[in-house]
């Protein structure tokens, strides 16, 4: 009976606050909105299936974190709608079609970036399969670490992520308009978003294939672009089906992490990993709690790249942003413990009071400038803001190098097109 009261707690909190943020801001693309309610349908499903198909049962007081942690992350939208109240007005600059006309020209550019990767990435591809003691077989997370995850490489396809959500923003789409292949700049940028998501599948990361993808619908979708609230399922349909396609690609390649040699059978097997996917986060933290929190305290997990950067610099070791904590939910082993379950797993109750107001500071600060200034670049950040809020009933991802190098790289677009496009004009007549 506790567990029904602190589930129909969560269920008012989350509801009360995107209530709260609809009447301050007018609409519903708030950070809240993107953190609670994917958070709620996530942990409504867990509830379906714990305890059935081999799962676990579900502890009900790991919501707890979540239910201390809301309402502290929406203080800072009351923050900064009295900072809004109190500023003078600004004139926003366009938004929708109108903003894609202003950025037109400054495409080209991000186009022939992304086909100077591919091809860059392309002739690394070639090299390492014709290495004879190649230690992985292509398709395989171990082949994808070594393919891009490291180095120059490694930064190389995080920037074909931020380029993939500027295609996403910014084309057109094919369906609707049966003359878009003469449109020589939308071709060219549908082909620099295929070229960009092959790589990312070969990469072999799920989550850095689905998220810049599903960043740049959601910016489309706060911005007014040729979005409505049904395309959320295709949305959901298209991230499931990257996630099949990519452990059907592990088929392909012959991988044996797979014990039915049956392509039916793993599929069945695909889905259970997809079933544990979902639920890994509300039940590893789930499990963890109701042994009493098998981690110690280190904030070092939570942000990972900032220690990390204070590290190279006095020549001290770097601190891994993957925790090695693992526990079986009864389908597979999980080691995220969702948003606010990671900060109070590595923060205690203190840190997750303060994290959680700093984390909601953050992104309402995001929120506002995107709702004061406008633009496609505070579009984009704040697109990639929502998306990694979206996940956060998987896990924090604070403590990746990626969540914060995207936004940088967006960033650095944004001050291309603003300096450099002027400085340097050939770049803008370029003829795709």
């Given at each position: 009976?506790?567990?029904?009261?602190?589930?129909?707690m969560?269920?008012?909190?989350v509801?009360?606050?995107?209530?709260?943020?609809?009447?301050?801001?007018?609409?519903?693309y708030?950070?809240?909105?993107?953190?609670?309610?994917?958070?709620?349908?996530?942990?409504?499903?867990?509830?379906?299936?714990?305890?059935?198909?081999?799962?676990?049962?579900?502890?009900y007081?790991?919501?707890?974190?979540?239910?201390?942690?809301?309402?502290?992350?929406?203080?800072?939208?009351?923050?900064?709608?009295?900072?809004?109240?109190?500023?003078?007005?600004y004139?926003?600059?366009?938004?929708?079609?109108?903003?894609?006309?202003?950025?037109?020209?400054?495409?080209?550019?991000?186009?022939?970036?992304?086909?100077?990767?591919?091809?860059?990435?392309?002739?690394?591809?070639?090299?390492m399969?014709?290495?004879?003691?190649?230690?992985?077989?292509?398709?395989?997370e171990?082949?994808g670490?070594?393919?891009?995850?490291?180095?120059?490489?490694?930064?190389?396809?995080?920037?074909?992520?931020?380029l993939?959500?500027?295609?996403?923003?910014c084309?057109?789409?094919?369906l609707?308009d049966?003359?878009?292949?003469?449109?020589?700049?939308?071709?060219?940028?549908?082909?620099?978003?295929?070229?960009?998501?092959?790589?990312?599948?070969?990469?072999?990361?799920?989550?850095?294939?689905?998220?810049?993808?599903?960043?740049?619908?959601?910016?489309?979708?706060?911005?007014?672009?040729?979005?409505k609230?049904?395309?959320?399922?295709?949305?959901?349909?298209?991230?499931?089906?990257?996630?099949?396609?990519?452990?059907?690609?592990?088929?392909?390649?012959?991988d044996?992490?797979?014990?039915?040699?049956?392509?039916?059978?793993?599929?069945?097997?695909?889905?259970?990993l997809?079933?544990?996917?979902?639920?890994?986060?509300?039940?590893?933290?789930?499990?963890?709690m109701?042994?009493?929190?098998?981690?110690?305290t280190?904030?070092h997990y939570?942000?990972?790249?900032?220690?990390?950067?204070?590290?190279?610099?006095?020549?001290?070791?770097?601190v891994?942003?993957?925790?090695?904590?693992?526990?079986?939910?009864?389908l597979?082993y999980?080691?995220?413990?969702?948003?606010?379950?990671?900060?109070?797993?590595?923060?205690?109750?203190?840190?997750?009071?303060?994290?959680?107001?700093?984390?909601?500071?953050?992104?309402?600060?995001?929120?506002?400038?995107?709702?004061?200034?406008?633009?496609?670049?505070?579009?984009?950040?704040?697109?990639?803001?929502?998306?990694?809020?979206?996940?956060?009933?998987?896990?924090?991802?604070?403590?990746?190098?990626?969540?914060?190098?995207?936004?940088?790289?967006?960033l650095?677009?944004?001050?291309?097109?603003?300096?450099?496009?002027?400085?340097v004009?050939?770049?803008?007549?370029?003829?795709?």
């Amino acid at each position: 009976m506790d567990g029904v009261w602190l589930v129909l707690m969560l269920v008012f909190e989350v509801v009360g606050g995107c209530w709260l943020d609809k009447r301050l801001w007018g609409n519903l693309y708030t950070p809240y909105f993107f953190l609670s309610v994917p958070y709620l349908a996530v942990v409504l499903f867990t509830l379906l299936v714990a305890g059935r198909f081999g799962l676990v049962p579900f502890y009900y007081p790991s919501l707890l974190p979540w239910i201390a942690g809301l309402p502290l992350f929406l203080v800072a939208s009351l923050v900064f709608y009295g900072l809004s109240r109190r500023i003078q007005p600004y004139p926003m600059r366009l938004q929708g079609k109108a903003m894609m006309a202003e950025v037109q020209s400054a495409l080209r550019w991000k186009i022939g970036l992304a086909c100077l990767i591919f091809a860059v990435l392309a002739v690394r591809l070639i090299v390492m399969l014709c290495d004879k003691d190649l230690p992985c077989p292509v398709g395989t997370e171990c082949f994808g670490a070594l393919f891009a995850s490291y180095g120059l490489w490694g930064h190389l396809s995080v920037i074909a992520m931020a380029l993939m959500l500027f295609c996403v923003v910014c084309f057109e789409n094919p369906l609707k308009d049966s003359q878009w292949l003469l449109a020589d700049q939308n071709r060219w940028l549908w082909i620099a978003f295929l070229l960009l998501l092959l790589l990312a599948l070969v990469h072999q990361v799920k989550s850095w294939v689905i998220l810049p993808i599903v960043a740049g619908l959601l910016a489309r979708f706060i911005s007014g672009r040729t979005f409505k609230w049904q395309y959320l399922a295709w949305i959901l349909l298209g991230g499931t089906a990257v996630f099949f396609l990519s452990y059907i690609v592990i088929y392909l390649a012959g991988d044996s992490m797979f014990s039915s040699p049956t392509f039916g059978g793993q599929l069945k097997e695909i889905f259970g990993l997809f079933v544990h996917y979902v639920t890994s986060g509300t039940l590893g933290l789930s499990l963890d709690m109701q042994q009493g929190v098998m981690e110690t305290t280190d904030p070092h997990y939570v942000l990972a790249p900032f220690y990390n950067v204070w590290h190279i610099l006095t020549g001290q070791e770097v601190v891994s942003g993957y925790s090695h904590d693992f526990l079986n939910t009864g389908l597979n082993y999980t080691n995220v413990r969702t948003f606010f379950g990671t900060i109070f797993v590595y923060m205690g109750r203190t840190g997750l009071v303060w994290i959680s107001l700093v984390f909601g500071l953050v992104c309402y600060l995001m929120f506002w400038l995107w709702k004061r200034y406008g633009g496609v670049v505070f579009l984009c950040i704040y697109g990639w803001i929502a998306v990694i809020l979206c996940m956060g009933w998987f896990n924090l991802y604070t403590q990746l190098l990626t969540t914060w190098e995207v936004p940088f790289w967006i960033l650095v677009a944004g001050l291309v097109d603003r300096f450099l496009l002027k400085r340097v004009p050939f770049l803008a007549r370029l003829r795709f």
